[in-house]
């Protein structure tokens, strides 16, 4: 994925190919997806 804040097209565009990804896999909804992921952040 990335290893910086996405600011680029190209970064933003890497991170959303992420979410989708994971939302086709998953099932869950992009929103529950966003979630799980703000919980991990500064751990």
Same mark, same amino acid.
């Given at each position: 994925?990335?290893?910086?804040?996405? /600011?680029?097209?190209?970064?933003?565009?890497?991170?959303?190919?992420?979410?989708? /990804?994971?939302?086709?896999?998953?099932?869950?909804?992009?929103?529950?997806?966003?979630?799980?992921?703000?919980? /991990?952040?500064?751990?």
């Amino acid at each position: 994925m990335i290893d910086k804040a996405p /600011t680029a097209k190209r970064d933003l565009a890497l991170v959303q190919n992420a979410f989708n /990804t994971w939302q086709q896999e998953s099932g869950r909804p992009l929103a529950h997806i966003s979630r799980l992921l703000s919980y /991990t952040v500064g751990w």
